[in-house]
């Protein structure tokens, strides 16, 4: 009888360490994936709300890239000192980013960024950095009117569609050699590095991956045929060696810029490309991730 008893009790324990480990959604986010008709999760303390573009077909030097690739925008809230901090990416077609750009600004929330990813894409594409302060539930108003913009006017398709790639591609041996684990999301798999070696706070909320304090690579395609794009999130005295690390590797930087304004420490982002062997794509990714964090002076 007792060993029924001890056995019913680990039972319990096991069946209620997930229920545990789980964050539950502050019931304020979940009013905001309801006032923006959207989906989005809760983890590290962060509202992810996703704005994928699945509408658009993106061709990048003549390869058709899933939307997981690099299409997927985003908002994120967290909470802070008697408000919340929100930060956002919105992915745009070049149409888009004005009248997006005034939808955000006329809300009196804030554009801290536009800048492109990518080289050689069709249709071009331009990512759009918003902030703002105050309540959930108005930022979720301030923010709809400028998202209800998005694929609402489609550019024309591209007459060229691109080519798919097909094979399998060894994910675990690009994780192997990059040193982090990523996940897969359908045809992508994709590796995200978060900056935990310096802290990074704005009005008492701390400014985590989630909410794009954060180095990430996403792979497309085959072990022989592949593509890789990403973002790297630099200190100043980093950003030269990191440049000379994917040079040496073949990558491609496309563009350098700021994502977030008046923040301390002052963080660059560089966004890459390349394609060939997805091993040695991810060799040259791992180059880049090594500098990261090491103080290296220019």
Request: hydrophobic letters at 45%.
């Amino acid at each position: 009888m007792r060993s029924k008893v001890l056995l019913i009790i680990c039972l319990g324990l096991l069946l209620s360490v997930p229920t545990v480990a789980q964050q539950t959604m502050p019931a304020d986010y979940a009013s905001v994936l309801t006032t923006l008709g959207r989906q989005g999760d809760f983890k590290d303390g962060v509202l992810k709300v996703n704005i994928p573009r699945n509408d658009l077909k993106v061709v990048v030097d003549g390869v058709a890239t899933p939307t997981p690739f690099g299409f997927g925008g985003w908002i994120a809230l967290t909470k802070g000192t008697g408000m919340d901090v929100m930060m956002g990416d919105l992915v745009l077609t070049e149409n888009e980013v004005n009248p997006v750009m005034s939808a955000v600004l006329d809300a009196g929330l804030e554009v801290t960024a536009v800048h492109n990813h990518f080289f050689y894409e069709t249709p071009r594409i331009f990512y759009m950095h918003v902030h703002g302060h105050g309540m959930p539930a108005d930022l979720a108003s301030k923010i709809k009117p400028a998202l209800a913009l998005i694929g609402k006017n489609p550019p024309p398709t591209s007459a060229t569609a691109g080519r798919s790639i097909e094979g399998k591609m060894d994910v675990t041996q690009l994780a192997k050699i990059i040193g982090h684990e990523g996940e897969q999301n359908g045809a992508v798999y994709k590796i995200t590095i978060g900056r935990t070696d310096f802290p990074m706070k704005e009005m008492g909320a701390t400014i985590n991956a989630r909410m794009g304090l954060n180095t990430w690579a996403a792979f497309y395609g085959s072990d022989s045929d592949a593509v890789v794009a990403g973002d790297v999130a630099m200190l100043d005295s980093e950003v030269t060696p990191v440049l000379k690390a994917l040079r040496a590797n073949g990558l491609e930087v496309v563009a350098m810029h700021h994502h977030m304004i008046g923040t301390q420490p002052s963080i660059i982002f560089l966004h890459y490309w390349g394609k060939g062997d997805a091993q040695k794509l991810a060799r040259g990714v791992k180059a880049a991730v090594d500098v990261l964090g090491k103080r290296i002076a220019n």
